[in-house]
């Protein structure tokens, strides 16, 4: 980690109070907060990722991949990143504020859709904000690696912002030559006169409320674990076998060492599930989905376009054959399919695919009732069998 990284702010957890659990994890439970003190209104409340300590399986590696994802998070300065707003750590808790994004994900927001599918612009609008973010990151000389729907979250500008950096890794970045850098055109738009774009697709704006009814099956993430020695030499490359089992990347199963190339694999794989509905490797159980991976070539339904065209490009076996392998993001941004894009415009797009409802968002009726204490919740999680707990995990308070 860079020893050269400002100190976060640090929160007080007695100030804090839980409006809702978000989720919970193998890493930790998510927490909608808000500071009572600062924002007893609940006007403004954020997402508190917090890690206990003595509860860990893997103590040693949780702990080192929560404290990762905080050093990652305070060097992010991307509008499709989050940023750390603040931590906390005692003897029991270790814990990291990020803004609250009331969206929803990517998973989410398909659900809703007719066919459970996105039509052709409204992948192309995500794609892109997605492709800027991992530039972003890879400029930074970090893998994200754990690219998913659940992990694509929609702002309360309906733009994006990718989560959950505790699988990305920090590798050396390969020399790209020629490379088109918009950054500085993206993360600041003040002063600039905001074009009233159309919308891309309308889309209903009751989302929030259905993420109790989705019936896919969570992905199951694999796991880090020592691989053979890599086979490439051009940059640093990484030999831990981690992922989420439909996304991972062949060089990934086949132990050979894998960079950042992973993350344009896992770009084609959610690009195919937002056009078909479902990712093209799934197979019967891990082993079988992980042979696809390796040998199966994606199927694609109906005539050939600029979009099945990028998805084969990306999901080429071979990472030195994969589009954005040479030139990174640049020669994913001249793909076809992206034509007439504006890069240094995406952050002025005002009428994004959807938009969610502010009313979905006031969460002042849970905080004049005072909310819930967080160390208080967890004990008493604790405390439940761990069937019990599975099934109110998601529930709110």
């Known amino acids: 980690m860079d020893s050269a990284t400002p100190p976060s702010p640090e929160l007080r957890l007695d100030e804090l109070r839980a409006l809702k659990v978000l989720g919970k994890g193998a890493m930790g439970t998510v927490f909608l907060v808000n500071d009572v003190v600062a924002d007893p209104s609940a006007r403004c409340p954020f997402a508190l990722k917090v890690v206990e300590k003595s509860s860990v399986h893997n103590k040693l590696d949780t702990d080192r991949r929560a404290r990762w994802e905080i050093h990652v998070l305070s060097r992010l300065t991307h509008p499709f990143l989050p940023s750390l707003l603040g931590t906390f750590e005692n003897h029991q ?21 007719t066919d459970r599918v996105f039509a052709p612009a409204v992948i192309r609008f995500y794609l892109a904000e997605i492709i800027c973010a991992l530039e972003h990151l890879h400029a930074q000389g970090i893998a994200y690696r754990d690219l998913k729907p659940e992990n694509v979250l929609v702002q309360q500008s309906g733009h994006v912002t990718l989560t959950d950096f505790d699988l990305s890794r920090n590798l050396a970045p390969k020399t790209i030559k020629n490379a088109i850098t918009v950054e500085q055109n993206l993360s600041d738009n003040r002063g600039k006169h ?198 109110t995990c998601l529930t709110e308070f």
Not at 93 to 110: M, S
Not at 312 to 325: F, W
Not at 341 to 354: A, G, I, N, S
């Open 194 to 391: 905001r074009r009233n774009f159309t919308r891309w697709i309308p889309v209903p704006q009751d989302i929030i409320h259905i993420k109790r009814g989705l019936k896919k099956a969570k992905s199951a993430r694999v796991i880090p674990v020592s691989r053979r020695k890599a086979s490439f030499s051009n940059g640093e490359r990484s030999n831990s076998f981690v992922g989420t089992e439909e996304y991972v990347s062949p060089e990934v199963v086949r132990g050979e060492g894998h960079g950042f190339a992973v993350d344009w694999w896992a770009l084609g794989i959610l690009t195919y599930e937002m056009l078909y509905g479902t990712t093209p490797f799934k197979g019967r159980n891990r082993k079988e989905t992980f042979c696809n991976v390796v040998t199966k070539a994606p199927e694609f339904a109906g005539k050939r376009t600029t979009l099945t065209d990028l998805i084969e490009r990306l999901l080429q076996k071979d990472p030195t054959k994969r589009l954005g392998y040479a030139r990174g993001a640049s020669e994913i941004k001249e793909h076809g399919f992206f034509k007439g894009v504006r890069w240094d415009l995406l952050t002025e797009v005002v009428r994004p695919p959807f938009i969610p409802s502010r009313e979905n968002g006031d969460w002042t009726g849970l905080a004049g009732a005072g909310g819930a204490d967080i160390g208080e919740y967890l004990e008493r999680l604790r405390s439940r069998s761990p069937a019990k707990r599975r099934d």
């Open 93 to 113: 808790f270790l814990a990291w504020a990020i803004p609250f994004c009331p969206g929803g994900d990517l998973n989410v927001l398909r659900y809703r859709q």
